[in-house]
């Protein structure tokens, strides 16, 4: 199993080419695309963020659905073949314009494994075992230009944040993530509140809250105590862990 990590993503632009089919002759038709995007790369040039070396800041193989709008495949695909721009940013006449929304993937590295064999094990193993769902399209990033061999597959798990259902906590990377017995990552609770299979403490839904306000009140995080206890004793009851029947 390739190497698996939780990344939290603020939406971004890409400019690409575009284009349509079944994902059985992938090949056939997304080749193409690069091609035309690597011949044309002059056009949109000017636009593209761009490293500290000028290479291109971020180059994507973005995927959708005609029905909904960055939707997971079927046989009628989408696939975008491009480079990160800025949103305001105009394209020329047979580039398309895609704006992927804030989200929190599961980052897998195709490296040193084969594509379809680590898409497969994601979709049909690792996503159920740890009780996820895809809430979009995948998308394919390439953190080498000019390297296609190297390419991370980002699967969508939420949309905007995923939050700790103990704390409320935003949980952005996989050293975030609480632990059950033996290391394994578990996606439902910070590090703070879950480790080694068990709560850190053993609370009330009010103590987490005091807690919480406490450490906030220390770093500055809420202007207003009384106004940030009044959304908390709102947004608990609605978290994992305090949920109630």
Not at 16 to 32: D, N, S, T, V, Y
Not at 89 to 97: A, H, N, Q
Not at 163 to 179: I, K, R, V, Y
């Amino acid at each position: 199993m390739a190497k698996v990590e939780l990344k939290y993503v603020e939406d971004f632009t890409v400019a690409g080419r575009l284009g349509q089919g079944g994902a059985e002759k992938g090949p056939q038709w997304i080749m193409p695309l690069w091609d035309q995007a690597n011949a044309s790369y002059a056009m949109i040039e000017g636009i593209v963020l761009k490293d500290e070396h000028g290479a291109p800041k971020g180059t994507w193989g973005l995927m959708g659905h005609p029905d909904k709008y960055l939707g997971r495949w079927d046989d009628r695909g989408l696939y975008l073949a491009g480079c990160e721009i800025e949103a305001d940013s105009d394209v020329p006449e047979g580039w398309t314009k895609w704006t992927v929304p804030a989200h929190t993937y599961l980052v897998a590295d195709c490296r040193d494994t084969a594509y379809g064999e680590v898409f497969n094990e994601v979709i049909g193993t690792y996503l159920p075992e740890h009780g996820l769902k895809l809430t979009g399209a995948v998308h394919e990033h390439y953190p080498e230009p000019g390297n296609p061999a190297y390419v991370e597959l980002y699967f969508p798990i939420a949309e905007d944040r995923l939050f700790c259902q103990s704390c409320g906590m935003p949980l952005a990377n996989h050293g975030e993530l609480g632990t059950e017995q033996g290391g394994e990552v578990n996606y439902e609770y910070c590090v703070y509140c879950y480790k080694d299979g068990a709560f850190t403490a053993d609370v009330s839904m009010e103590e987490m809250i005091e807690q919480c306000l406490q450490y906030g009140g220390d770093s500055g995080m809420f202007a207003d105590k009384a106004k940030a206890r009044e959304a908390m004793l709102a947004w608990f009851p609605t978290l994992g862990r305090w949920k109630r029947d």
